[in-house]
T-cell receptor, first 113, second 116 residues
Framework: NAGVTQTPKFQVLKTGQSMTLQCAQDMNHEYMSWYRQDPGMGLRLIHYSVGAGITDQGEVPNGYNVSRSTTEDFPLRLLSAAPSQTSVYFC????????????FGPGTRLTVL | GENVEQHPSTLSVQEGDSAVIKCTYSDSASNYFPWYKQELGKRPQLIIDIRSNVGEKKDQRIAVTLNKTAKHFSLHITETQPEDSAVYFCAAGSPETNFGNEKLTFGTGTRLTIIP
């Protein structure tokens, strides 16, 4: 099993550009989520999904969209990138509906100029 | 919503000594408390967790204690080794009303350095 994979590993955008961060898992997990990690602020939940077709907002959802068309994939879309979105983004998945062990992807380091 | 505070933000410990990291939470409904370890440039990985019906849990050199009355929980690492150097995050899982899930709220992290 590859576990949780994310692409790209690094990305540089200009303000106003849009892009999609990809996340996939091969563990048949129902629960998937996106976090951003900023220095001194820990991990903050952006959006999460409890299954295909079901998503909800987390703590910091503004400027991001998600969809979940399959169990395996959970892409995160930045609609119009802003410098405040410079961060490291982690995707995570969990087997159980609820707070079972979360398995994190390797992260995407995004810089918005 | 839930608020998790973590202290200290940095901690240096002599190799072989013990390290303790403390977290407090605000939502009395929180019932799941995991700890994650993140090495430099790597992803966070679960090292131990505890649920609210248990006061203490041990796994070899690491242990977590929970005081629900005071709303705080702690990570204890004994006989520290150089490979314990990392950033440690606590989190609290509070029930999410929309789908019956629990959402994790993370603390801001503790950078632990083991001095050889």
């Amino acid at each position: 099993n590859a576990g949780v994979t994310q692409t790209p590993k690094f990305q540089v955008l200009k303000t106003g550009q849009s892009m999609t961060l990809q996340c996939a898992q091969d563990m048949n997990h129902e629960y998937m989520s996106w976090y951003r990690q900023d220095p001194g602020m820990g991990l903050r939940l952006i959006h999460y999904s409890v299954g295909a077709g079901i998503t909800d907002q987390g703590e910091v959802p503004n400027g991001y969209n998600v969809s979940r068309s399959t169990t395996e994939d959970f892409p995160l879309r930045l609609l119009s990138a802003a410098p405040s979105q410079t961060s490291v983004y982690f995707c995570a998945s969990s087997q159980t509906r609820g707070s079972g062990t979360q398995y994190f992807g390797p992260g995407t380091r995004l810089t918005v100029l | 919503g839930e608020n998790v505070e973590q202290h200290p933000s940095t901690l240096s410990v002599q190799e072989g000594d013990s390290a303790v990291i403390k977290c407090t939470y605000s939502d009395s409904a929180s019932n799941y408390f995991p700890w994650y370890k993140q090495e430099l440039g790597k992803r966070p990985q679960l090292i131990i967790d505890i649920r609210s019906n248990v006061g203490e849990k041990k796994d070899q050199r690491i242990a977590v204690t929970l005081n629900k009355t005071a709303k705080h929980f702690s990570l204890h690492i004994t006989e520290t080794q150089p490979e314990d150097s990392a950033v440690y995050f606590c989190a609290a899982g509070s029930p999410e009303t929309n789908f019956g899930n629990e959402k994790l709220t993370f603390g801001t992290g503790t950078r632990l350095t083991i001095i050889p």
